[in-house]
């Protein structure tokens, strides 16, 4: 029986499988550097092109409006409303949905700097390790972790939805402005 579970593209209990993740600039798309990282500033700079109080609730509000409404299960980034990234994922019945829900989200956002990216991910058991035995026996040898994002927990499984993304060594290290240029 798991085959046709795994011919289906359902994910099963604890298992791991590559994953779409949402990555969106709140950057005005072409909108070039940031205000505070110009070399002779050190504090943020008021700009329409990189500076968007209110932006990741803008989003989230889109989100929320649409029919039918999407769900992000897992959200982070890091400088999210001036240089960064506002990261989220979809939680869906397979990888096929989650995947169109995913396009359906990015689609929403026009004007502003949006792709999608494979992640590692896995459901795990919300006890002491478990991130740890995920990382040991997913995440091959060669690559290094980037970035991890944590979820909520799913209602009917009561798992936490994680990703990881990694980098290879002999990759161009990802400067927080220029990971939005992969559109």
Do not use: W
């Amino acid at each position: 029986m798991p085959a046709l579970a795994e011919a289906a593209g359902v994910r099963m209990q604890g298992e791991t499988m590559p994953h779409m993740q949402g990555r969106v600039s709140l950057k005005t798309a072409g909108g070039g550097s940031l205000g505070a990282a110009a070399a002779d500033e050190d504090v943020i700079q008021e700009s329409p092109l990189n500076v968007r109080p209110g932006g990741v609730a803008a989003i989230l509000q889109k989100f929320a409006d649409a029919e039918p409404p999407i769900s992000v299960c897992i959200a982070g980034g890091r400088g999210l409303e001036t240089t960064g990234e506002f990261v989220f994922a979809i939680r869906a019945a397979n990888e096929q949905e989650e995947e169109r829900e995913l396009d359906r989200a990015l689609a929403l956002l026009e004007g502003l700097e949006v792709y999608k990216n494979t992640v590692y991910h896995g459901d795990l058991k919300d006890d002491a390790g478990e991130l740890l035995r995920f990382i040991r026996e997913t995440i091959p040898k060669e690559e290094l972790v980037d970035e991890i994002f944590v979820g909520t927990p799913d209602p009917k499984t009561n798992l936490v939805l994680v990703q990881v993304t990694t980098l290879r060594v002999g990759d161009p290290i990802p400067a927080p402005e220029s990971r939005a240029t992969g559109i």
